[in-house]
């Protein structure tokens, strides 16, 4: 065996460990749909309109600056 067998063998197993934590039950995130009001994007949490310049550098944002950032510290 060679070591492009090896390569071949370890990223085959990488793949293997992908899919299997991709298929697991924890995995499953739930997709948070935005809230949407009159074509005005509003934050999940306190419902004041997300930022035009947020929403250009995270397309799909959910929540303002802010409440994003005081929900990622909680978890």
């Known amino acids: ?3 492009f067998d090896r390569a071949q063998e370890a990223d085959e197993l ?6 299997n934590a991709i298929r697991s039950p924890r995995f499953s995130q739930k997709v948070e749909k935005p809230l949407v009001e009159n074509g005005v994007t ?3 949490d306190c419902e ?5 310049a947020r929403l250009a550098a995270v397309p799909g944002a ?4 802010r409440c994003q ?4 510290r909680k978890s």
Do not use: H, Y
Request: glycine residues 0%.
């Open 69 to 72: 950032t005081m929900k990622e």
């Open 42 to 44: 509003l934050c999940l």
């Open 14 to 19: 990488f793949q293997r460990q992908a899919l």
């Open 48 to 52: 004041e309109p997300i930022p035009p």
């Open 1 to 3: 065996m060679d070591i």
């Open 62 to 65: 959910v929540r303002c600056a």
